[in-house]
């Protein structure tokens, strides 16, 4: 049965065969004795050794609300696309974070300090700002579907036996070989179909309707009603619909309380982010370009 593997699943394959010993090996790495099984456990490895002590930080500042990947992709991709909204106070986020621990088990976890939590509510804002300025641009959310077909059939071509997926995390040799240059390459040569000329000559789809963040009843009927039309004309269309939440109960942030030093809920404090918690889910029509 073919299957579409997660992006940490290939991360694991790639340390356990490519960095074993770099990782063991290296001198550094003599007054530690950090096994590779250490750092694959990180991402979510099955095979993985228990937490313990330091691992259990670790974990929290690679995944979670406050990891370092988003608090860095926010500020990254602000400056890149020339826009304000994913911007923050870093230096201050920093110097608020702090170790605090769980009143109910007694773990130790990544949290910010209280004086602190209005810095960590702008990054849940910061969050907020990008996904509905950037990350659910019409433009780009089209580009996203052309892409993602291109691919498939590239891959439906070059790799059969995977059934338009990745080649499996089993046949690296194979997946690594997919980079950004060898994946535009073959669109350039067309192998991606018709998508992949959408996207050479920039003939993307255009958005026809949308929905706002949160759909009332008069806009979802409204959509079903222009697809219907759609369909009875035999327009080529696709649909869009954006699920990814910017803020994640089970993974809230921690604020932590000096005196007692244990933590609270970031949601449990900020009437703001108490009410992000609803995942968005706009919904748009594209049609070809006519």
Not at 107 to 120: E, F, N, P, R, S
Not at 147 to 170: C, M, N, Q, R, T
């Amino acid at each position: 049965m073919h299957k579409r593997y997660d992006h940490e699943e290939y991360s694991i394959a790639i340390i356990k065969r490519y960095f074993k010993d770099i990782i063991e090996d290296h001198p550094i790495n003599a007054n530690y004795q950090i096994k590779t099984e250490e750092v694959t456990a990180l991402l979510g490895d099955s095979t993985k050794c228990s937490f313990q002590g330091i691992l259990l930080l670790f974990k929290g500042i690679i995944s979670g609300q406050l990891d370092v990947d988003r608090a860095d992709y926010l500020l990254r991709d602000s400056i890149h696309t020339g826009v304000n909204y994913g911007l923050y106070d870093k230096d201050r986020l920093i110097n608020c974070i702090d170790i605090g621990q769980m009143e109910e088990t007694g773990d130790l976890v990544l949290a910010v300090q209280k004086g602190g939590w209005h810095i960590a509510e702008s990054l849940v804002l910061a969050r907020y700002q990008m996904f509905s300025q950037v990350y659910f641009h019409k433009t780009r959310r089209a580009y996203d579907h052309h892409v993602s077909y291109a691919v498939k059939e590239i891959l439906e071509h070059a790799y059969p036996a995977f059934g338009g997926f990745y080649p499996s995390p089993d046949h690296l040799g194979d997946y690594v070989q997919l980079d950004d240059w060898s994946m535009y390459g073959k669109i350039k040569e067309g192998l991606g179909g018709k998508h992949s000329q959408l996207i050479l000559e920039r003939r993307h789809y255009r958005k026809k309707y949308e929905t706002s963040l949160l759909p009332t009843l008069q806009e979802e009927e409204k959509f079903d009603q222009l697809r219907k039309e759609l369909q009875k004309n035999g327009v080529d269309y696709f649909e869009d619909e954006a699920k990814t939440s910017w803020y994640k109960l089970d993974k809230d942030i921690l604020i932590c309380d000096k005196s007692s030093g244990y933590v609270k809920e970031l949601s449990g404090i900020s009437p703001i982010v108490r009410h992000m918690v609803d995942a968005p889910r706009m919904k748009r029509l594209y049609t070809e370009k006519k």
